[in-house]
């Protein structure tokens, strides 16, 4: 297998050859591709050392899967070339997500509807990952009448600017500022872009691709994103209804029972998911689970998950493997 990683230099692109290295998925042959900066410096993967190469020079040697992380614009230039070349595309960026004919996939819940002819696969946004894959068990079991989102997202997933923003404030240094404010001793409810309806874009990102993967174009959602001066781990907390009655006791066992998921739920001693705890692993973790007692049929619980591995780089290595396991490639 020729497996081409586009990005290869970034967070999500150094987490996906660490995925690779550590699910034991050995390419043939490997293509790191950079940007132009990057052309000809050497990157490490599974105890060898590459070079890495141009998109230009990548898409010559018609690799059989090719992972994107390097943006949406990268993405929307060089995708459908490596696709048309005969490549499987799996893209982490926003680029075509919401594209009719462009499977977006969790592997857990809808990797099925994969076939040899999706030749570019879309990665969800990583606040998105981690909540479906709560809200599927939960959907079938009991119908999702609305959901509320607050999500408290962490600086990596902005990228290495935002990074060094928070490093240069915790060290007291002057530096290039990845957002409007500082992000150190502080938090501010702003994820991407506004939008004319007064939401982010990122916020809209969860409602809309929540949407498609879970196959409910009018499911009711809202979403509040909120950055907080965390280096790694996405953490959501959730309100949701439901169309019929649950009980807690059920609701934790099938959580329990749901791949990918892990219950840290004992308030006695104060276990519940955090960030640090997330960071480097690629479960998704839940807890604070009980039942909203100003609302019939509603649930709170609290999600947290490392938004570099399974919110990225896990989750498009999952779909690899998938590819692989499958004969779609």
Known sequence: MKLAIIGATGLVGREIIQVLSEQNISPEIFLPV????????????????YTIISSEE??????????????????????????????????????????????????????????????????PNCSTIQLVLVLAPLHIAYGIKRI??????????????????????????HGEMAYPYPIDLNLFPQGGDFLPNGYTTEEMKLVNETRKILNEPSLKLTATIVRVPVFGGHSE?????????????????????????????????????????????????????????????????????????KGAATNAVQIVRYLMSNSLI
């Open 148 to 173: 509320v989102v607050s999500t408290y997202q962490s600086v990596t997933g902005t990228g290495a600017k935002a990074v060094r923003q928070l490093e240069n404030e915790r060290k007291g240094v």
């Open 34 to 49: 950079a940007s132009s900066k990057s052309v000809g410096k050497t990157i490490g993967f599974q105890g060898k050392l």
């Open 237 to 309: 907390a959730v309100n949701i209804e439901f169309v019929r009655e649950f009980d807690l006791n059920s609701v934790h066992s099938l959580l329990s029972d749901s791949t990918g998921i892990v219950i840290r739920d004992d308030i006695r001693h104060n276990i519940y998911p955090m960030p640090l705890e997330a960071q480097g692993k690629d479960d998704v973790f839940v807890g604070r689970i009980r039942r909203d007692e100003s609302q019939p049929k509603s649930l709170n619980l609290f999600i947290v998950a490392d938004n570099l591995r």
């Open 58 to 123: 990548a898409i010559k040697k018609k690799p059989d899967i090719a992972i994107f992380s390097a943006g949406a614009k990268v993405s929307k230039e060089w995708a459908p070339k490596f696709a048309e070349t005969g490549t499987t595309v799996i893209d982490n960026s926003s680029a075509w997500r919401m594209s009719e004919n462009i499977p977006l996939i969790v592997p857990e819940i809808n990797a099925n509807i994969l076939s040899g002819k999706d030749k570019i696969i879309a990665n």
